[in-house]
């Protein structure tokens, strides 16, 4: 829950937002509460220009669109062993991975997992991956996002550095983030339901792959029946968040005419997410 203290910590070149001065940029109901927790945690909330901060909120929609859309798709649940994928674009590995098959655009393979999703099956932390990758397609265009993400295996947490997918500590929960619902007491028969990773829809919804569109009481009470017989300790939402780099997306959208700044020109950084998140 946000905190008592209310402080307005959006920062747009260097200067204080208020939640009344960005009313403009939202543009949906979702953005509106996007906006409206931004300016109520006690997070700071650093922006390069107004571009930068409209380019976020729109991606964050677009990752919403793409849960929904995955949710209807016909893409199935799966545990590593039995995935499967549409083999005119993808290999599927041993080990439950998805390579894309050469000569296919990245662009390409992403969509098709929305269009043709019967021919598909993963487990829930490869799907977030999928909704990140998607959101970023939406957002940056193909030609951008081609260029940006040439060679893409999906499996478990497993992404390209451009995605810099971040797990930070902390409640200042934002639709569009990827938040996790632990269930510490499951039942080793079904190991796939040690909790679920799930897309904030906003409106008090969280999608997540093989539970569908839930409210938070419902996907605990979904992963509270596979907990092991006599439990009496319940499933949980943690206490973080899991996010792509918008911040760092923007730099590559037709929205910026600036360039890449120096800063991250010549940026080293391949993100992993730690045992803070477990994959379902």
């Not at 203290?5 to 001065?21: A, D, G, P």
């Not at 983030?177 to 039942?187: A, E, G, I, S, W």
């Amino acid at each position: 829950m946000p905190s008592e203290r209310r402080m307005t910590l959006i920062l747009i070149q260097n200067k204080e937002m208020t939640e009344q001065s960005l009313k403009k940029e939202a543009k949906s109901a979702v953005q509106k509460e996007m906006l409206r927790n931004m300016a109520r945690y006690d997070e700071k909330y650093v922006f390069v220009n107004r571009e930068q901060f409209s380019f976020e909120l729109n991606m964050r929609s677009r990752l919403i669109e793409a849960s929904r859309a995955l949710a209807y798709s016909g893409a199935e649940f799966a545990t590593f062993e039995t995935s499967r994928c549409n083999p005119a674009l993808w290999i599927l590995t041993e080990r439950g991975a998805f390579i894309l098959r050469y000569g296919v655009p990245a662009s390409a393979g992403i969509r098709d997992i929305f269009s043709n999703g019967k021919f598909y099956a993963f487990e829930c932390a490869t799907a977030i991956v999928i909704l990140f990758y998607k959101a970023a397609l939406d957002s940056l265009g193909p030609k951008a996002f081609d260029r940006l993400f040439r060679e893409i295996i999906l499996r478990d947490w497993r992404h390209d550095e451009d995605l810099n997918i971040r797990t930070q500590r902390g409640n200042d929960f934002i639709p569009g983030d990827c938040l996790y619902f632990n269930n510490p007491d499951f039942d080793e028969i079904y190991p796939q339901w040690r909790g679920e990773n799930t897309i904030m829809l906003g409106n008090k919804e969280f999608f997540g792959h093989g539970m569908g569109i839930k409210d938070a009481e419902g996907v605990i009470k979904s992963l509270n029946q596979y907990r092991y017989p006599g439990s009496a300790r319940s499933a949980y939402l943690m206490s973080q968040t899991t996010r792509p780099d918008f911040k760092y997306l923007y730099f590559f959208s037709p929205a910026n005419s600036s360039g890449l700044p120096v800063y991250y020109q010549e940026r080293k950084i391949i993100s992993r997410i730690g045992s803070t998140v477990q994959a379902h």
